[in-house]
């Protein structure tokens, strides 16, 4: 609707005009904000460095809600938008935490949290979903740095399968198939049915 919405690692979202570039509306944060924005219905929705998920209105920039996961002490410095798809919004956090929220009113209905059982290095111990969840067909995919890919019933947040893969990058839905590069530098193709590989190169 003619508007450009940024975030910034200095504390800040604003919306800008997308023709002239003039600032509409700026809202402070408490903490950086390194979370591209995902603009849906209304609203604008973003994580801040400290896990917390807030939804602005695009108009005037006035909070709609919020949300606090767990805070990590540590964690990478890229992250993920949230995706959205009907009346539900599906925010990603560094802590391996996967919520779905009513747009309209930010009731959680599911969470899942994606971590790894096994911790072998301390870089390991990091359990960010640092690329964007994808929606398609009624099912979310996501995958974190902890080593789970896994196919969610968006509606019932019941994992319809998982695959034993890190990444940090967001995976690609094409069709019957999924790609994604993993955190060892390998592309694998994924059937999107049921999680097996196909191949990895």
């Known amino acids: 609707q003619g508007r450009l919405f940024v975030t910034s690692g200095f504390g800040f979202v604003a919306a800008l005009n997308a023709i002239t ?35 602005l209105e695009q108009d005037t920039g006035e909070k709609a809600w919020t949300f606090q996961s767990f805070e990590e002490a540590a964690r990478f410095l890229s992250s993920s938008s949230p995706a959205a798809a009907g009346d539900l919004v599906v925010a990603p956090f560094s802590s391996g935490e996967l919520v779905a929220f009513l747009a309209d009113n930010g009731r959680a209905v599911w969470n899942e949290t994606l971590t790894r059982q096994a911790r072998l290095t301390a870089l390991s111990s990091l359990n ?59 592309l694998a193709c994924i059937s999107r049915n049921d999680g097996a590989i196909i191949w990895v190169t």
């Not at 789970?148 to 319809?160: E, K």
């Open 128 to 186: 960010d979903i640092a690329g964007s969840p994808v929606i398609d067909r009624g099912l979310v995919f996501v995958v974190s740095h902890g080593g789970r890919l896994a196919a969610i019933d968006i509606r019932s947040g019941d994992p319809v399968w998982e695959a034993p893969i890190a990444s940090l990058q967001m995976p690609w839905v094409a069709g019957d198939f999924i790609f994604l590069v993993s955190v060892e530098g390998e």
């Open 21 to 55: 570039g003039e600032e509409q509306w700026r809202v402070e944060t408490q903490t950086p904000v390194r979370t591209p924005p995902t603009a849906y219905r209304g609203r604008v929705y973003f994580s801040t460095n400290t896990n917390e998920f807030i939804a």
